[in-house]
């Protein structure tokens, strides 16, 4: 069974840093894109970061030069250093599995961050 | 404000159909694209809904369905239910952006 499991959010003060992580089970990180994906209280999905099975990465306009995604093969874990943190990175960031029509397969239960004085 | 356009809400009876447009460009769907649909609920992870366009994964009722036709694509929902009720979001790949891939911005489905 494909298990994705979040961990590490939690409250921080603006211009802060955060990890989270992806544990995931079931299938090899390493094998697949893997995104994060978050969603700000009431409002939309948006795209945060990807890496690609070759270890490409992408990243939103809005979180360039702040968040860094990164894989751990040994630990099949996906993870997300966010650094500088703002108000408006206050969101649900959910780990997603992307398969090879790019549509997002499997969803982690999200981990809530919020960058508050 | 997303490259991919969806109306803020729809509505509908039970029994009913409707249908949720998802709008985009030619660096998205008009560029061919497939385009991919979610459906959340409340405090929960999005689930996949249809993947490639039209494709239902295993689990969907065939109540669901969708299609692609130039720059747009759309969610047909038949036989409208209550448990319908929920946000639905087209998600598509931009050769645009930084990220490369685009959610729309939702729709908030309803159910009279």
């Known amino acids: 069974e494909v298990k994705l499991v979040e961990s590490g959010g939690g409250l921080v003060q603006p211009g802060g840093s955060l990890r989270l992580s992806c544990a995931a089970s079931?299938?090899?990180?390493?094998?697949?894109?893997m995104s994060w994906v978050r969603q700000a209280p009431g409002k939309g999905l948006e795209w945060v970061s990807v890496i690609s099975s070759g270890d490409n990465t992408y990243y939103a306009d809005s979180v360039k030069g702040r968040f860094t995604i990164s894989r751990d093969t040994s630990k099949n874990t996906v993870h997300l250093q966010m650094n500088s943190l703002r108000a408006e990175d206050t969101a649900v960031y959910y780990c997603?599995?992307?398969?090879?029509?790019?549509?997002?397969?499997?969803w982690g239960q999200g981990t809530l961050v919020t960058v508050s004085s | 404000q997303s490259v991919l356009t969806q109306p803020p809400s729809v509505s509908g009876a039970p029994g009913q159909r409707v249908t949720i447009s998802c709008t985009g460009s030619?660096?998205?769907?008009?560029?061919?694209?497939?385009v991919h649909w979610y459906q959340q609920f409340p405090g929960t992870a999005p689930k996949l809904l249809i993947y490639?366009?039209?494709n239902r994964p295993s689990g969907v009722p065939d109540r669901f369905s969708g299609s692609k036709s130039g720059t747009s694509a759309s969610l047909a929902i038949t036989g409208l239910q209550a448990e319908d009720e929920a946000d639905y979001y087209c998600q598509s790949y931009d050769s645009s952006l930084s990220v490369r891939r685009v959610f729309g911005g939702g729709t908030k489905l309803t159910v009279l």
């Open positions: 997603a599995r992307i398969n090879t029509m790019s549509a997002v397969d499997y």
């Open positions: 079931g299938f090899t990180v390493s094998g697949n894109y």
């Open positions: 490639g366009n039209s």
């Open positions: 030619s660096s998205n769907i008009g560029a061919g694209y497939e």
